[in-house]
């Protein structure tokens, strides 16, 4: 069976002349990528058959939500279990066999105080880490190591890396009968985007044409890209992996066939990757700590034993500490 971008292909070709000059960078075989998922390997980055729960947590954003959604879980199994338990005890108990003289009470000032001040103490406890994640996850720390740009277009991805050297490669969907082996279907792409493990990065995300949207549920990263606008967000993978993640906007016939890949690899194989697409670019190759961490490079006065390791564990606490050090250089 065709694929179906190849058959748009076949009907639309202005979009294959499209395609074809928007691909500065020659698409690589997928084969020899490193870091293909091994078929039987334990999934993360990715969804699985009959999935009900989160993909496995990459960011921190990730994990503080999914901790979020354990403590709603709890608080909403709690009051399900009470309101039942108390409505078949109530259906029980005062059955009209049981209790043949109803109550004629019709007000109890403590009771209502309570069922009133009751659930607003719920929605506080509620409110205060729902706050906190969205603040956490909403706020770019002020110390990233780098840079990365994503622009969605009618229907692929385009990816720049500004601080490596401005490089720039799309990104397309790896169609059904070119699949190698262990590819996951309709998830897969011949570019990937490297990005090193562990370092901060600030996403830029806008759109070429229409409105897309980036959405990795791993990294939880959901973010609109409209044409004529940045967006920001952040993360910060903490293992190496593969991470999958689709357009969440409906965006045109292609909507469904354009995922993104992004590869969180060790800082060696990072900068060995910048290299390889610097060259493709014209570019002078860079050592491993301006590959990852372009702050080292930029900024000459800061030591750069203090720079490279300025991955903050807790970027909200640590900016205010870390941003007189860089103060300058925004
Ligand atoms: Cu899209």
Same mark, same amino acid.
């Given at each position: $069976?065709?694929?179906?971008?190849?058959?748009?292909?076949?009907?639309?070709?202005?979009?294959? @002349?499209?395609?074809?000059?928007?691909? #500065?960078?020659?698409?690589?075989? @997928?084969?020899?990528?490193?870091?293909?998922?091994?078929?039987?390997?334990?999934?993360?980055?990715?969804?699985?058959?009959?999935? @009900?729960?989160?993909?496995?947590?990459?960011?921190?954003?990730?994990?503080?939500?999914?901790?979020?959604?354990?403590?709603?879980?709890?608080?909403?199994?709690?009051?399900?279990?009470? /309101?039942?338990?108390?409505?078949?005890?109530?259906?029980?108990?005062?059955?009209?066999?049981?209790?043949?003289?109803?109550?004629?009470?019709?007000?109890?000032?403590?009771?209502?105080?309570?069922?009133?001040?009751?659930?607003?103490?719920?929605?506080?406890?509620?409110?205060?880490?729902?706050?906190?994640?969205?603040?956490? $996850?909403?706020?770019?720390?002020? /110390?990233?190591?780098?840079?990365?740009?994503?622009?969605?277009?009618?229907?692929?991805?385009?990816?720049?890396?500004?601080?490596?050297?401005?490089?720039?490669?799309?990104?397309?969907?790896? #169609?059904?009968?070119?699949?190698?082996?262990?590819?996951?279907?309709?998830?897969?792409?011949?570019?990937?985007?490297?990005?090193?493990?562990?370092?901060?990065?600030?996403?830029?995300?806008?759109?070429?044409?229409?409105?897309?949207?980036?959405?990795?549920?791993?990294?939880?990263?959901?973010?609109?890209?409209?044409?004529?606008?940045?967006?920001?967000?952040?993360?910060?993978?903490?293992?190496?992996? /593969?991470?999958?993640?689709?357009?969440?906007?409906?965006?045109?016939?292609?909507?469904?066939?354009?995922p993104m890949v992004i590869e969180a690899v060790e800082p060696e194989r990072f900068a060995a990757w910048v290299n390889e697409r610097r060259a493709d670019a014209g570019l002078e190759p860079v050592d491993v700590a301006a590959a990852v961490s372009p702050l080292t490079r930029s900024a000459p006065d800061?030591?750069?034993?203090?720079?490279?390791?300025?991955?903050?564990?807790?970027?909200?606490?640590?900016?205010?500490?870390?941003?007189?050090?860089?103060?300058?250089?925004?």
């Amino acid at each position: $069976m065709r694929n179906p971008i190849g058959r748009l292909l076949d009907h639309h070709p202005s979009d294959l @002349l499209l395609r074809v000059q928007a691909q #500065p960078v020659q698409a690589q075989p @997928l084969q020899g990528q490193p870091g293909m998922p091994e078929p039987g390997a334990e999934p993360l980055g990715e969804p699985v058959p009959w999935q @009900l729960w989160h993909q496995t947590p990459a960011t921190p954003v990730m994990e503080r939500l999914e901790n979020f959604h354990w403590l709603l879980l709890i608080i909403m199994v709690v009051i399900c279990v009470f /309101v039942v338990a108390l409505m078949a005890y109530t259906v029980w108990r005062y059955h009209e066999r049981r209790n043949p003289t109803p109550s004629r009470a019709s007000h109890n000032t403590v009771l209502e105080v309570a069922w009133t001040v009751v659930p607003v103490l719920i929605l506080v406890v509620i409110a205060i880490p729902s706050f906190r994640a969205l603040y956490y $996850m909403d706020r770019t720390p002020e /110390v990233v190591d780098m840079t990365m740009k994503i622009t969605g277009r009618q229907w692929y991805w385009d990816f720049e890396y500004p601080d490596q050297g401005g490089f720039q490669f799309s990104s397309y969907i790896v #169609p059904d009968d070119q699949l190698p082996p262990g590819g996951r279907r309709l998830l897969e792409v011949d570019n990937r985007a490297l990005v090193p493990v562990g370092a901060t990065i600030r996403l830029i995300i806008t759109a070429g044409d229409v409105l897309h949207a980036m959405a990795m549920p791993s990294l939880a990263i959901k973010r609109d890209a409209i044409p004529g606008r940045l967006n920001e967000s952040w993360m910060r993978i903490d293992r190496p992996g /593969v991470y999958y993640g689709q357009c969440s906007e409906i965006c045109g016939t292609g909507h469904g066939y354009m995922p993104m890949v992004i590869e969180a690899v060790e800082p060696e194989r990072f900068a060995a990757w910048v290299n390889e697409r610097r060259a493709d670019a014209g570019l002078e190759p860079v050592d491993v700590a301006a590959a990852v961490s372009p702050l080292t490079r930029s900024a000459p006065d800061v030591p750069p034993a203090q720079t490279a390791q300025v991955t903050p564990a807790d970027p909200i606490q640590a900016s205010g500490a870390a941003a007189g050090s860089v103060a300058g250089k925004e």
